[in-house]
């Protein structure tokens, strides 16, 4: 069993930037790849970036290449994601996840995840 708990989002100026955490709790937290999704209002889930197990692998959406980085330290069972020049675009509620595989989260398949936390962007 992973819980998992998100923090780290707030209101920022666009071109600004913030750092999400994800902090897991229960000992296999290296076992599973980790992964972002975030839902703005009226949309559907759109997935964000992944992070293998060990974190020697990363994927990410188009539309955050090059701004957002996914990063994990399993001593701490934290993952992280690092947002750069954030646009009107990118506000929305961010979800940390967990399952076995990238291929999984990027199907959308999640065994958990958080309760999200809120990203603002003013223009």
């Known amino acids: 069993q992973v819980q998992l708990v998100e923090s780290g989002g707030g209101l920022v100026q666009a071109g600004g930037s913030l750092r999400l955490s994800c902090a897991a709790s229960g000992r296999t937290f290296s076992s599973y790849a980790m992964g972002w999704f975030r839902q703005a209002p009226g949309k559907e889930h759109e997935f964000v970036e992944a992070?293998?197990?060990?974190?020697?692998?990363?994927y990410y959406a188009d539309s955050v290449k090059g701004r957002f980085t996914i990063s994990r330290d399993n001593v701490k069972n934290t993952v992280y994601l690092q947002m750069n020049s954030l646009q009107p675009e990118d506000p929305a509620v961010y979800y940390c996840a967990a399952a076995y595989t990238i291929a999984t989260l990027r199907n959308y398949g999640m065994d958990y995840w958080g309760k999200g936390t809120l990203v603002t962007v003013s223009s």
């Open positions: 992070i293998s197990w060990m974190g020697g692998s990363t």
